[in-house]
């Protein structure tokens, strides 16, 4: 499954992985800037803040009551497409998947 990651300054970053990795995994052992995973992807730390394009919302599952937690402490601004990277899994519904990602983490 693939998955675009963009930077701040727009600079695209496309990675590849298998059905189940979290798109903050896929970051960090793809060296993408910006995803920073600092609790290991148990929806503690938000420093896998993302924003997800619109398109693919509605393919994503709802936010945890832990994910929804943590995303009001979010370093950049939270927005209604604003998503924990560690949370949201590829899958064949979410190949192609593109998000943005913050201007600060931490
Ligand atoms: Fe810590 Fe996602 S890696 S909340």
Do not use: W
Not at 10 to 23: C, D, I, M, R
Not at 55 to 79: H, V
């Amino acid at each position: 499954n693939s998955i675009t990651f963009i930077q701040p300054s727009g600079t695209p970053a496309t990675v590849s992985v298998e059905p189940g990795t979290s798109l903050m995994r896929a970051a960090v052992t793809n060296g993408v800037d910006g995803i920073v995973g600092e609790c290991g992807g148990q929806a503690m730390c938000a420093t896998c803040h993302v924003y997800v394009r619109p398109e693919f919302a509605a393919a994503l599952p709802e936010p945890s009551d832990d994910e929804e937690e943590m995303l009001d402490c979010t370093t950049a601004e939270r927005t209604e497409l604003s998503r924990l990277g560690c949370q949201i899994k590829a899958c064949a519904e979410l190949d192609g998947i593109v998000v943005d990602v913050p201007a600060e983490q931490v």
